[in-house]
């Protein structure tokens, strides 16, 4: 049992780790973030990715992570503006505007203008009101699908056939 249950933990923590790379959940694509920018929203420091474990217990396998945005990310749902939300949303809206460069005839480059939209884009989340709602659309990353079921099958439909050649090697063993 044990076995299988370390066949699983491996093979699923791999599925998982890759639906970062996949920017979706198995077949199920993650949403577009509204900010253009660098990378996916859900891998820009990594962070999350590397926070996910995976525990064997005696009759099961649990997938965990520290990271306290993990479940809002991984289910989706709404936040609520705070004031230390806005200071981070100002603070964020200063760095990035102080890196828009201008020309000498005056106009800001490609680059430039990237930065500036993300500027403004923190820009309008920290001229939200405390109170008002952000909705966090749901990127699933760890979870129940098809593909896990089909998976977990095979895995212990393999495990099974193992433990009569086992046994008889066992048996084999002790003679």
Known sequence: ?????TDIKVNLSDEFDRNFERKEFFSK???????DGP??????TGKLRRSIRARVGNDSVTWSTSEPYASIHNEG????????MKRYFWAKYYELAGKVKYRKDGK???ASMKVSKQAEFYMNLALMKVGDKITIPQRQFLGDAPEIRSTMKKIINDG????PK???KQRLNNK
């Open 29 to 35: 694509k993650w949403p577009n973030r509204k900010m």
């Open 77 to 84: 749902g709404t936040i609520t503006v705070t004031r230390k």
């Open 166 to 168: 086992r046994l008889i």
């Open 39 to 44: 990378g996916s929203v859900m891998l820009q």
């Open 1 to 5: 049992m044990k076995s299988i249950l």
């Open 108 to 110: 800001t480059s490609k």
């Open 160 to 163: 099974m056939r193992e433990i």
